[in-house]
């Protein structure tokens, strides 16, 4: 019969000669008693200039991509039903050492809404007219609704002209088939042309054009960064005592400007497309006392 033997201890002792042997103790590094305190690099942070509130509103044909740019750049998400609206509200940036302020507005293009799209122009600082670069037509509103109806009804503000779903461009303008590779897809003599939509832009007096895709992300901040510009500049230019103008938005994107917009936080209001609930019975109360 066997007996099975317990194992032999192992003491620390034991282990000594092992753990001291030369192969350990030749990568050791000597042990230093003394010690350097670094300065600490954590600093407050800058406080930022606020440079104010501006009231943007966003207008253009319905489906032509504005509520998808604005929900892109408030909430970082895209979707394509139609059906999604945006929600009015407040958005929040910092723009190099400024902080400002987009208090923002989707504006229907239903012609149903014409009364009260009008009675919401009042006191805007800034458009953004918005139309769809795989559609001509869109364009062709902007020209002979959109700006005049926002030039006539708010002479003094500022606008920018937007194109969107950028990527509907190069999409139309690949080849229908690879034995035709010369033929373009039918869409593609709809879209609109950045130097025909440049032109536009500069025809009109638009502080900038920029181009812009939802779905991917493609120059969303460049929008609402060239509408702080506006504002900055519209600041400097009240108060000069000379009436010193800024450089147009399309000399300024060619300058060497590394400004970046980083975003700070965005308050959602009463979920409505077009206007908040105070507006909405306000003009409704006067178009009912001006009927009576």
């Known amino acids: ?24 103790t030749s990568k050791r590094k000597p042990r230093s008693s003394s010690y350097t305190v670094l300065p600490s690099k954590a600093t407050s942070p800058t406080p930022l200039e606020f440079a104010g509130r501006y009231k943007i509103v966003v207008v253009g044909e319905d489906n032509c991509g504005k509520t998808c740019l604005l929900n892109s750049f408030s909430r970082r998400t895209f979707t394509m039903d139609t059906a999604v609206t945006y929600d009015d509200g407040v958005s929040t940036i910092r723009y190099g050492s400024k902080q400002v302020e987009f208090v923002m507005w989707d504006l229907s293009g239903c012609s149903d809404y014409d009364g009260l799209r009008i009675e919401l122009y009042r006191d805007t600082d800034l458009f953004l007219v918005c139309f769809d670069i795989g559609n001509s037509e869109s364009l062709d509103a902007a020209i002979d609704i959109w700006i005049p109806e926002i030039q006539f009804e708010e002479p003094n503000a500022s606008f920018i002209l937007v194109g969107c779903k950028h ?83 399309f000399r300024r994107r060619k300058s060497n400007d590394t400004s970046e917009i980083f975003y700070s936080s965005y308050e959602s209001s009463t979920p409505c497309r077009f206007y908040p609930s105070y507006a909405t019975k306000s003009y409704l109360r006067r178009a009912s006392d001006a009927s009576t």
Not at 1 to 24: F, G, K, N, W
Not at 168 to 190: F, G, K, M, N, V
Not at 227 to 240: G, P, R, T
Request: proline fraction near 7%; hydrophobic fraction near 30%.
């Open 167 to 249: 990527d509907l461009r190069q999409e139309y303008s690949l080849p229908t088939s690879p034995e035709t590779s010369s033929t373009i897809s039918p869409e593609y003599r709809h879209t609109v042309s950045k130097s025909k939509a440049e032109q536009v832009a500069r025809d009109w007096g638009a502080k900038d054009y920029i181009e812009c895709c939802a779905k991917t992300g493609y120059n969303i901040p460049e929008v609402f960064k060239s509408a702080a510009q506006v504002f900055l500049a519209s600041n400097e230019d009240k108060s000069n005592a000379y009436g010193f103008k800024g450089l147009s938005m």
């Open 1 to 24: 019969m066997m007996i099975a033997q317990r194992p032999r201890s192992v003491t620390i002792d034991s282990l000594l000669p092992t753990l001291e042997s030369p192969s350990l």
